[in-house]
């Protein structure tokens, strides 16, 4: 379990209101609409309306009796706000670099036709930038509803996904829980809004414990997070002599054992087994108490946080305490098998080489990658091993 956690653009974006008395079928649609025209155009518009009235005439061609409401000048340049006898409200913006943005937004029924369709609004942006005179591109629907839809990449980019259903959802004491149903991803964990891992990211797994590669027969090891229960599953198929996972939230464990069986099989429906055992701890008390007794392990996996990607001294603190107790809990030969962050953090992973470069006694970073499917994005994943020259 990872991560914790222009030119014209058409985006109707949809959301449903949830209420005892309405459809989860009841919409309302955000068409958001940009252009490109010289900044000239925008500066007469500023002192007087010109490029407005001609897209209100536009307008009025698709949505009858365009009233004006509201219309101030801001820093930025001036804002107009319409309505249309339908109940779409219009919010019309001129921007002094000449950016113009158009967001029509209208409420739809379940068993009412839309008030305008993708198609409409296409024509209604071509028609716009002909008569302004300027630059437009359409792009493929946004929607917005129900089911959550869209999620960050590594870099703070935004993916959307297939969601149909939300299986399980639940706020325990450390942070919200859900199971969602992807068309094509199956059932997915998702943490405080962090796509997590998902029935089709197998290789997620395989590629942190570098499968085929390292030898875990007869070996001890120590799992930080990992409540899925998708990596204590394959190394258990390793024959290794026992696995500690250390998990913190119960809550985790309890959704994923049902709805995640495909990863976790049947191993949190035990928390001992001869093989395994799980702790519901944090793992940081967990490894301070390995340090005092002494125990050390053949491999340590952190199943946790993703490497910062901002400079937050204590974010990174952080991650340097987590070092510095696995590599006291770590045998002379051992291993740190960790996920890192996405291909595109560059700054993020220099960042984490230097401080794995700082340690004491020195250790190897070896690096893999692989595409995740639930990530849509190449993770870096690690194995630390203490420098033996």
């Known amino acids: 379990m990872s991560r914790r956690r222009r030119l014209l653009n058409i985006s109707p974006i949809k959301y449903d209101f949830i209420h005892s008395v309405t459809s989860n079928h009841d919409v309302g649609t955000y068409y958001i609409l940009d252009f490109s025209v010289n900044s000239v155009e925008v500066?007469?518009?500023?002192?007087?309306?010109?490029?407005?009235?001609?897209?209100?005439?536009?307008?009025?061609?698709?949505?009858?009796?365009?009233?004006?409401?509201?219309?101030?000048?801001?820093?930025?340049?001036?804002?107009?706000?319409?309505?249309s006898e339908s109940g779409a409200v219009i919010h019309l913006r001129f921007y002094k670099n000449g950016l113009i943005t158009l967001n029509i937004e209208y409420y739809k029924e379940e068993q009412k036709e839309p008030l305008l369709s993708f198609e409409k609004v296409k024509k209604l942006e071509n028609d716009l930038a002909q008569r302004v005179n300027g630059k437009s591109r359409a792009l493929v629907p946004l929607k917005r509803g129900v089911y959550p839809q869209y999620f960050p990449t590594s870099d703070e980019r935004i993916l959307e996904y297939d969601i149909d259903e939300i299986v399980f959802e639940e706020k325990s004491k450390f942070q919200k829980v859900q199971i969602l149903h992807s068309k094509s991803l199956g059932n997915m964990l998702v943490l405080d809004d962090l796509q997590n891992i998902s029935e089709?990211?197998?290789?997620?797994?395989?590629?942190?414990?570098?499968?085929?590669?390292?030898?875990?027969?007869?070996?001890?090891?120590?799992?930080?997070?990992?409540?899925?229960?998708?990596?204590?599953?394959?190394l258990l198929k390793e024959n290794p002599r026992h696995v500690i996972m250390l998990e913190i939230d119960p809550v985790v464990i309890k959704a994923c054992a049902i709805h995640l069986r495909s990863l976790c099989g049947n191993v949190l429906d035990n928390e001992e087994r001869p093989e395994y055992t799980i702790l519901l701890t944090d793992c940081m008390v967990a490894l301070d108490s390995y340090i005092k007794e002494g125990r050390k392990f053949d491999y340590v996996f952190g199943d946790l946080t993703d490497v910062p990607i901002s400079d937050d001294p204590e974010l990174w603190s952080f991650m340097e305490k987590v070092l510095q107790k696995v590599f006291k809990v770590m045998k002379p030969t051992g291993k740190f098998m960790t996920q890192v962050c996405g291909a595109v953090c560059s700054d993020a992973l220099k960042?984490?080489?230097?401080?794995?470069?700082?340690?004491?006694?020195?250790?190897?970073?070896?690096?893999?990658?692989?595409?995740?499917?639930?990530?849509?994005?190449?993770?870096?994943?690690?194995?630390?091993?203490f420098q033996t020259d």
Not at 44 to 70: A, D, F, R, W
Not at 206 to 233: S, V
């Open 43 to 83: 500066e007469k518009e500023i002192q007087k309306p010109s490029l407005s009235l001609i897209i209100k005439n536009v307008l009025g061609e698709y949505l009858t009796n365009l009233k004006e409401v509201h219309r101030f000048n801001t820093n930025e340049g001036v804002l107009n706000t319409y309505i």
């Open 200 to 234: 089709r990211d197998v290789i997620y797994t395989d590629t942190i414990m570098k499968r085929g590669t390292e030898n875990y027969k007869h070996k001890e090891i120590i799992i930080l997070g990992g409540g899925d229960g998708a990596l204590l599953n394959e």
């Open 351 to 385: 960042k984490y080489e230097e401080l794995l470069n700082k340690q004491e006694p020195k250790v190897k970073f070896e690096r893999t990658k692989a595409f995740i499917p639930s990530f849509m994005e190449d993770w870096i994943f690690g194995a630390i091993s």
